[in-house]
T-cell receptor
């Protein structure tokens, strides 16, 4: 099956700093990538949808200036959490979809962010 | 609004069978997914249903009734490693995935 990687797998940072998370599709080209956030014991919450070469579409309530998404190529999308605060501590998961309307999203292993 | 309901938690015994139900109300329907998620890990794909009926894949089966807005995931011959959260998700008319909150399945020896 298709493989999606994320880096780093976990990160601890100080409040006020920025953190970049990379999401790569290793063996396929992803026209669309998704960024999710998951708090403990809660469901996945879609943050934004990004298509290669265009601006990301953010879900209601997600600050686009705080969560910067760059879908630089068909195999790489990055999420930058700017000026992170403790309430941004969460599990961030990306997924990738091969084609529009394709059945399945392939998930990365997730990144655990802890902001002190 | 769009809504997916599934039980918060279920407990079953090793070797037994368990059925996890999911009901959905979405704007349009383009398929239903079941994912397994172990604690601290990302979800992994289990099954996909777009037509009514039962899809069997080894120890796991998934059923869909579009007229009832209902699906279930059936796990047979339960093993301890099946302890995880099981997420039901639906593709709406825009192919956006709508997620349920997940069912935490606890397997006891």
């Amino acid at each position: 099956g298709a493989v999606v990687s994320q880096h780093p797998s976990w990160v601890i940072c100080k409040s006020g700093t920025s953190v970049k998370i990379e999401c790569r599709s290793l063996d396929f080209q992803a026209t669309t990538m998704f960024w999710y956030r998951q708090f403990p014991k809660q469901s996945l919450m879609l943050m934004a949808t990004s298509n290669e070469g265009s601006k990301a579409t953010y879900e209601q309530g997600v600050e686009k200036d705080k969560f910067l998404i760059n879908h630089a190529s068909l195999t790489l999308s990055t999420l930058t959490v700017t000026s992170a605060h403790p309430e941004d501590s969460s599990f961030y998961i990306c997924s990738a979809r091969l084609l529009a309307g394709a059945q399945e999203q392939f998930f990365g292993p997730g990144t655990r962010l802890t902001v002190l | 609004g769009q809504n997916i309901d599934q039980p918060t938690e279920m407990t079953a015994t090793e070797g037994a069978i368990v059925q996890i139900n999911c009901t959905y109300q979405t704007s349009g329907f383009n398929g239903l997914f079941w994912y397994q998620q172990h604690a601290g890990e990302a979800p992994t794909f289990l099954s996909y249903n777009v037509l009514d009926g039962l899809e069997e894949k080894g120890r796991f089966s998934s059923f869909l009734s579009r007229s009832k807005g209902y699906s279930y995931l059936l796990l047979k011959e339960l093993q301890m490693k099946d302890s995880a959260s099981y997420l039901c998700a639906v593709h709406d008319s825009n192919y956006q995935l709508i997620w349920g909150a997940g069912t935490k399945l606890i397997i006891k020896p």
